[in-house]
């Protein structure tokens, strides 16, 4: 696709939940990184994908929350036993490699009731 | 641990001004800075990046100036519009780790 494509949009889930979000980055770009934004606020850094290797996982909050990239392409952030205070606007971004300019998808809106 | 600090947190203007936006970070050994721009309930669109090495980059009314010995940059923009209201993001690369600010929400009235 011409940018980065981030499914679903909007998902609601109860408290306790199991959610994933998916990222489709930019075709051929190596780096990829997700990142939570809670109401005005400036995005949180969460997990940096070089390839399909975790090189940065220093932002993920606790080991409820988990991130994949199998194939070095879509990557799968993955929250167990969601609670309320996961919710937030998940942003992907993903660039050609490391250190260059990034584009972002639309994000997804997660609201856990 | 980079820390990026944007100020005003808010800015509103009478359309047609010039107005600057300001982005600051701690730690000056960095590869780039990007900005971006961001509209209600959306994601972030890239508008500039500066590059460790460049001190300045242009796009339309858009000039972005980088400092890196002082850790500073700022966002120009030039015969502001309606359609420039927005929130905007600055954000310093250091090493793969892409750290924000908190944004500058700019209005810009009729």
């Known amino acids: 696709g011409a940018g980065v494509s981030q499914t679903p949009s909007n998902k609601v889930t109860e408290k306790g939940k199991y959610v994933e979000l998916r990222c489709d980055p930019i075709?051929?770009?190596?780096?990829l990184y997700w990142y939570r934004q809670s109401l005005g606020q400036g995005p949180e850094f969460l997990i940096y994908?070089?390839?399909?290797?975790?090189?940065?996982d220093s932002g993920l909050p606790n080991d409820r929350f988990f991130a994949v990239r199998p194939e070095g392409s879509v990557s799968t952030l993955k929250i167990q036993r969601t609670e309320r205070g996961d919710s937030a606007v998940y942003l992907c971004?993903?660039?050609?490699?490391?250190?260059?300019?990034?584009?972002f998808g639309q994000g997804t809106r997660l609201t856990v009731v | 641990k980079q820390e990026v600090t944007q100020i005003p947190a808010a800015l509103s203007v009478p359309e047609g001004e010039n107005l600057v936006l300001n982005c600051s970070f701690t730690?000056?050994?960095?590869?780039?800075l990007q900005w971006f721009r961001q509209d209600p309930g959306k994601g972030l669109t890239s508008l500039l990046l500066?590059?460790?090495?460049?001190r300045e980059q242009t796009s339309g009314r858009l000039n972005a100036s980088l400092d890196k010995s002082s850790g500073r940059s700022t966002l120009y923009i030039a015969a502001s519009q309606p359609g420039d209201s927005a929130t905007y993001l600055c954000?310093?690369?250091?090493?793969?780790?892409?750290?924000f600010g908190a944004g500058t929400r700019l209005t810009v009235k009729p």
């Open positions: 971004a993903s660039s050609l490699m490391g250190n260059t300019e990034a584009f």
């Open positions: 075709s051929g770009h190596t780096a």
């Open positions: 994908f070089q390839g399909t290797g975790a090189a940065d």
């Open positions: 730690d000056s050994a960095i590869y780039n």
């Open positions: 500066i590059q460790s090495s460049q």
């Open positions: 954000a310093v690369m250091d090493n793969n780790d892409m750290r």
